[in-house]
């Protein structure tokens, strides 16, 4: 039994090093690229330590937000579909789970959206990150038993790493559109959605619920209750503590994301 | 000679002091008192000013309320000013008060610090059984101490978020409305925090 562990550990070691040493050689191409793609210098990335990202309010990563009127009714909707709808179900979902199983949960869905991230940091010409992430689902999904359990990140160290479509087509050049309050999804823009939904369809492709719109349906169902049940009270908080909350949580996407966007500060 | 270096290291330990280890002892200050089993069968006003007399030691409160307010801070007048800095201190002092239930023995993992002038920023992790959330303190020098005046939780800063708020209200109905609204907000939270 050790000496198989012994195995296991080996053979999760050569995967990660085949994943390391495939992204290091493309570095130097990446770093010829650096230029044009833009590395460093994310559009939107913000540096708190000089003044002038406090100074103006929210300075470029501040979207045009011409349909107001039709965002903020679009949040009301999210507001009383979460308060009325998601929010109860998923604390009776949370009775019914301990929180570590609902973390596996949530680690599976996560593990299942690894190739789409890896496929997005190719298409950015993050090479490194594409190598790592697909390490990671390699690892994860055999060692993690089909990505329940995270040994990636726990054992490896390798810390997820955001990757998605609206962030290929903001390295592209495509613009944001303006912003945009999806129902059921919550602050998004038009090319961030754009986005979502190309994740999305990408991710379908290959996922095991494909079947029919039945399970389809399901299994988002199952990961928005449990995505739900794991941060339960932290909207009303957030709501709680702010003057419009509608600004507040378009404030917050945009800085949320301009942080998942940035990949220069690889601490851990 | 011994004694020499030793006052030589102090010296150059007070020309520069590390923000992280500042900010350490102050964080361990504040989740001690966070799980000191008294604090939470105090009356939940009383656990509010005790926590903000914590904060306090390390928070200055004045550079925050200016951040918060923009450019529009140097047109306040000093008795304004003062009002605005108690009423935002009062509005955070209210708002965090839950997180004294919410509190279970959490740990603070440091990362790492930039420092760049008199700016810091210490980047910290707060580690949960099931999910770990960054945490960015970003501090100012102030006569050999670091003090924070912005806090930034996955990404989101609290000032940048507060200031985009107040940017509208200020536009709309300028500083009145805005103390206005502040005074509002905080009897809400008063009689939330009173009533349970």
């Known amino acids: ?268 | 000679m011994v004694f020499g270096a030793v006052v030589c290291s102090q010296t150059t330990v007070s020309a520069a002091p590390d923000p992280t280890e500042q900010l350490r002892p102050f964080l361990d200050k504040v989740t001690t008192t966070l799980s000191d089993p008294g604090l939470k069968h105090m009356p939940r006003q009383e656990q509010s000013n005790r926590m903000i007399g914590v904060i306090r030691e390390r928070f200055d409160f004045r550079e925050m309320s200016k951040r918060v307010i923009g450019q529009q801070w140097r047109s306040l007048s000093e008795k304004e000013q003062a009002e605005f800095e108690a009423l935002f201190t009062q509005l955070l002092q209210y708002a965090y008060v839950g997180k004294i239930e919410d509190y279970s023995g959490q740990r603070i993992q440091y990362l790492q610090q930039r420092i760049r002038g008199e700016r810091a920023e210490v980047q910290t992790l707060l580690v949960d059984e099931n999910k770990s959330i960054p945490i960015s303190y970003i501090m100012l020098l102030r006569n050999d101490q670091w003090m924070a005046y912005d806090i930034v939780v996955e990404g989101v800063s609290l000032v940048r978020n507060y200031m985009e708020q107040f940017s509208e209200i200020l536009r709309k109905d300028g500083y009145p409305g805005l103390v206005a609204q502040l005074k509002e907000k905080i009897a809400d939270l008063e009689k939330n925090i009173n009533k349970s």
């Open chain 1, 1 to 268: 039994m050790e000496c198989m562990k012994g195995h296991l550990r080996r053979l999760c070691l050569l995967l990660a090093v085949v994943g390391m040493v495939l992204s290091g050689t493309s570095l130097a191409e990446a770093a010829e690229l650096g230029g044009e793609v833009g590395y460093g210098e994310v559009a939107g990335s913000v540096d708190f330590l000089s003044d002038e990202s406090y100074e103006k309010p929210t300075g470029d990563v501040q979207v045009a937000d011409p349909i107001e009127p039709f965002n903020r009714a679009m949040f009301t909707v999210n507001d009383r579909l979460y308060l009325w709808v998601l929010e109860p179900v998923a604390t009776g979902y949370s009775k019914l789970l301990p929180v570590d199983i609902r973390g596996c949960i949530g680690n599976f869905f996560y593990n299942l959206g690894e190739p789409v991230r890896s496929a997005n940091c190719l298409l950015q010409g993050r090479f490194r990150d594409a190598g790592l992430t697909l390490g990671r689902f390699l690892i994860n999904s055999i060692f993690g038993v089909f990505g329940l359990a995270d040994p990636a990140g726990d054992e490896f160290r390798i810390a997820p790493i955001y990757a998605s479509f609206g962030e290929t087509l903001s390295v592209w050049g495509v613009g944001d559109g303006f912003y945009l309050v999806v129902p059921l999804i919550g602050p998004s823009t038009v090319r961030d959605f754009s986005g979502v939904v190309v994740d999305g369809i990408a991710s379908a492709s290959y996922s095991p619920w494909n079947d029919d719109t039945l399970t389809t349906a399901t299994a988002q169902g199952t990961r928005t209750i449990n995505r739900t049940s794991l941060h339960l009270g932290e909207y009303v908080e957030i709501k709680s503590m702010s003057f419009d909350s509608y600004v507040a949580f378009r404030n917050g996407y945009y800085q949320m994301r301009s942080k998942q966007y940035d990949h220069s500060n690889h601490s851990k």
